[in-house]
């Protein structure tokens, strides 16, 4: 029986996305979720999607906090033959994903404070954990078949297992920077990102069981151990008898048992329990008169060899097959350098430019009282670094209409995804690279209609794709292309206070992946999404 390749990256969930590049969350503002479309903001929220269009806010300080609540989940169905039931989903819930922003404006200067989710931001739960987890179980049963030919009774014909996890993360981002007005057309950026970053993982599998003869449940461990041990017994106990015979081969290893009987090498009692040996073993009554005495010596010795590779196999299999328990946090901190350019080469043209940094970020790896298995799936550092980011966005004001145009580039190829997470847990021995065919790239449209003096509804729409390549998806992290629309309004309390609130839903297309297992050979996984969101914040300005 083939030694089965059990799990070796459970628990690998290494992102929560919601909205942005594959680690990224560019969803930083009320105004966003409604428009869809900021990197030319001169608004509060230019903090984060366009700092150095600051200055053309007014002298004073401005402040604004936002929340979102988001919903999301990531159904998957497997082919995979083995499985009990191959559809899985994840579900991720943020109740509260809180944003805030802060800027002093004087004349030529502006100074800003940022601080929210970069990355992250909520907890996503499985219930039923994911294929990876439950394929490796699936071929403990076809790996147990030759069983039944040892004995009826160890016909295992199903199992079934208690598999399931949670992981959280958030990857905090405090921003700090200063924007200087050059003339009337450019202003400039400079600032950093502080990125304290914290992951956990909480969840098990076990309660692994066998079933035996389709109507009985058995603790795999424990049975597996028990067969383990009887047939260790029996490989002995054949090794005795065959190294008892081995004596009588050269003088009476051409003969057969009646032969041996009649010379008296044999008493008809041993003649007898040596038959019922060898039937025990499968072989018919005229099979066994055939067998000279060296055949049936190395019938016994082979045999007790197989037994005995089959009784260790089966020890290993059932300590592959115990109780596993993740419970660990992960925490590391980075900077990210940003640099910003805004342009307004004429009234009501506005041109918002934006560079961060590659941010390199590595999580040190904590295990909590009862994990177990955290540091074999994790070692001691993770490396969790957050590609460089490219904003562009061009923004015109008629008075009645804002319209914003962005363009967003990450730079995923510049960023070692690890090894393609399926792959290890199937036992490859040759694991693909998680690889990106391009960058990535977002590019949205949003349109503002300043009805009243007081109120304006927006509606904006964004397309994004991350350019990965099919040796990136995996069940554990995917990326789907997807299409964004959003919506909702602006109210002006006062000429100080503004009420934002705005609700999005992302389209993404299903994406069907092929894998090739070791064993059972190529089989398809159905990977999807969908992410609904709702914003709101206020905003106050003190002139």
Do not use: C
């Not at 799936?377 to 490396?383: E, K």
């Not at 847990?425 to 690889?435: K, M």
């Not at 990106?436 to 790239?441: E, K």
Request: charged share 15%.
């Amino acid at each position: 029986m083939k030694k089965l390749a059990f799990i070796t990256a459970l628990f690998m969930l290494s992102q929560l996305i919601y909205a942005g590049g594959l680690l990224t969350n560019t969803n930083q503002s009320a105004q966003f979720i409604r428009m869809m479309s900021r990197n030319a903001s001169t608004g509060i929220d230019a903090v984060y999607f366009n700092p150095a269009g600051l200055t053309t806010m007014e002298n004073g300080f401005h402040f604004a906090v936002y929340n979102q609540t988001i919903f999301q989940t990531k159904p998957v169905d497997s082919e995979f033959l083995l499985l009990n039931n191959g559809s899985y989903e994840g579900i991720v819930n943020v109740p509260v994903f809180p944003t805030a922003f802060a800027v002093y404006k004087m004349d030529k200067w502006a100074f800003s404070l940022g601080f929210g989710p970069n990355a992250g931001g909520g907890s996503a739960d499985y219930e039923r954990g994911l294929p990876s987890f439950e394929i490796p179980i699936t071929k403990v049963v076809p790996g147990l078949a030759p069983l039944v030919q040892i004995d009826p009774a160890m016909n295992v014909t199903g199992y079934s297992a208690d598999i399931a996890f949670e992981g959280r993360s958030v990857f905090w981002g405090l921003q700090l920077g200063a924007t200087y007005k050059v003339n009337d057309i450019f202003s400039v950026y400079g600032g950093v990102r502080y990125l304290p970053s914290k992951t956990t993982y909480q969840g098990y599998i076990q309660n692994i069981q066998l079933e035996l003869n389709n109507d009985q449940f058995v603790s795999a461990p424990s049975w597996l151990t028990g067969v383990s041990g009887t047939l260790g017994g029996q490989a002995s106990q054949l090794e005795g008898v065959a190294n008892d015979l081995q004596q009588y081969v050269p003088q009476g290893g051409s003969f057969t048992l009646s032969q041996l009987q009649n010379f008296g090498v044999i008493t008809s009692a041993q003649k007898a329990q040596l038959e019922g040996v060898l039937t025990g073993l499968g072989y018919n009554s005229s099979q066994v008169d055939a067998m000279n005495l060296e055949t049936i010596q190395q019938t016994f010795a082979g045999t007790a060899d197989q037994l005995s590779n089959v009784s260790q196999t089966l020890s290993g299999t059932a300590g592959m097959l115990g109780d596993k328990k993740v419970d660990t946090e992960q925490t590391g901190n980075a900077f990210t350098p940003m640099l910003g350019i805004n342009i307004s080469p004429m009234e009501n043209l506005n041109i918002g430019l934006k560079y961060e940094m590659k941010t390199s970020l590595t999580l040190k790896n904590t295990p909590n009282e009862g994990d177990n298995y955290s540091t074999t799936l994790f070692g001691d550092n993770v490396n969790s670094d957050i590609p460089a980011i490219l904003g562009a966005g061009v923004g015109y004001n008629t008075g009645l209409i804002e319209a914003q145009f962005s363009y967003t580039m990450y730079f995923n190829k510049d960023v070692n995804w690890g090894p393609n997470i399926r792959d290890r847990s199937a036992g490859h021995d040759v694991v693909r690279n998680r690889e990106i065919d391009r960058n990535g790239m977002e590019f949205a449209l949003g349109l503002q209609f300043n009805v009243l003096d007081n109120f304006a509804f927006s509606v904006g729409g964004m397309y994004g794709d991350m350019g990965i390549a099919e040796s990136y998806q995996s069940d554990f992290s995917y990326s789907n292309p997807s299409t964004t629309a959003g919506a909702g309004f602006a109210w002006n309390i006062t000429d100080a206070l503004t009420f934002d609130a705005g609700v999005s839903n992302t389209f993404y297309q299903d994406q069907t992946v092929s894998f090739n297992d070791p064993d059972l050979g190529l089989y398809r996984e159905h990977l999807k999404k969908t992410t609904l969101n709702f914003a709101v914040g206020l905003s106050y300005s003190i002139f």
